[in-house]
């Protein structure tokens, strides 16, 4: 019993771990992608806060592959007049998936 205790938290700080890592990538992928130029957490600064997008899309099947269009292509018009450029080039299309899925997840 004792072993199988053990295995379960050795596989619970593994996930834990794997959870950090996946956080500090995103962190560094939202700074190589330029998001964080416009964009915050928890607050508004030229373009919504990820906290906003998450709760705008929230319990919609398709938002991470429309978002992951939307900040690929760029646009405007759904947060207010200030245009978003396109960002293709800058994230790899998984890297881009990583970036949506994370915020999203707020």
């Given at each position: 019993m004792k072993f199988i205790l053990g295995m379960?938290?050795?596989?619970l700080l593994g996930l834990a771990a794997q959870s950090a890592v996946a956080a500090t990538d995103v962190s560094a992928l939202t700074q190589k992608g330029g998001c964080m130029a416009c964009h915050s957490a928890d607050k508004k600064i030229l373009g919504p806060s990820f906290k906003d997008v998450a709760a705008k899309y929230k319990g919609q099947s398709d938002a991470q592959e429309m978002l992951v269009k939307k900040v690929?292509?760029?646009g405007s018009g759904v947060w207010g007049p200030m245009p978003m450029p396109a960002n293709t080039g800058k994230l790899s299309d998984d890297e881009?998936?990583?970036v949506v899925g994370w915020v999203l997840s707020l």
């Open positions: 379960m938290a050795a596989s690929k292509a760029g881009f998936k990583a």
